[in-house]
């Protein structure tokens, strides 16, 4: 059965402090590691999708790494609108009725303060 | 990237009654669409997996003859609560995938439905 830990389980930082989000995995077979935001009330925006170990996708701030065991999101010079819950999910290459099946993890709360 | 429109965005009903959640694919086909359930601060558990023209696949502990799901296009999936009760209250979000073999493995996810019985 495929496993996500996200760490830590919420985050506060002062704007312009970088830092990085972790997620472990387990999976039997990795077909994708997706990276989602979520504003509370709203359901998860898109943000990033790594394949294998050594990638690296860059958006904004936001810089996602991934090996073989996990993946980091990492946070540089952050403001107070990236403030959200950062979640992790993974897809394994199981298909027929689970194609496209993600197990997510618990999140991560981020606060960037003023 | 692709829009996933779920309606309506918030419901309240009465204890016992059912409600329709709609969850559409605009831009793109969806062979599989995909319900979860979100309690508050906790992250997504997967209820069903919605198949176009077959029944839906339930996970563990989900109530099939509560939570009906019907996919009838490939741009439209359907998750009725029936008999619904105040424990039945929460977030339910749907996702949906762009045909297999399209080259596209994002899923997207609708807005969210907040649904409070009352």
Known sequence: EDQVTQSPEALRL??????SLNCSYTVSGLR???????????????????????EEKEKERLKATLTKKES???????????SATYLCAVQS?????????????????????? | GAVVSQHPSRVI?????SVKIECRSLDFQATTMFWYRQFPKKSLMLMATSNEGSKATYEQGVEKDKFLINHASLTLSTLTVTSAH????????????????SG???AFFGQGTRLTVV
Do not use: M, N
Not at chain 1, 14 to 19: A, K, L
Not at chain 1, 73 to 80: G, V
Not at chain 1, 94 to 107: E, I, P
Not at chain 2, 86 to 101: H, K, L, N, T, W
């Open chain 2, 13 to 17: 009903c009465k204890s016992g009654t």
């Open chain 1, 14 to 19: 002062q704007e312009g402090e970088s830092s």
């Open chain 1, 93 to 114: 290459w199981a298909g027929g009725t689970s194609y496209g099946k993600l197990t997510f993890g618990q999140g991560t709360i981020l606060t960037v303060h003023p």
């Open chain 2, 104 to 106: 596209s493995t994002e």
């Open chain 1, 32 to 54: 994708g590691l997706f990276w989602y935001r979520q504003d509370p009330g709203k359901g998860p925006e898109f943000l990033f999708t790594l394949y294998s170990a050594g």
């Open chain 1, 72 to 82: 980091f999101l990492h946070i540089t010079a952050p403001k107070p609108e990236d």
């Open chain 2, 86 to 101: 105040p424990e039945d209250s929460s977030f339910y979000i749907c996702s949906a995938r762009p045909v297999q073999g």
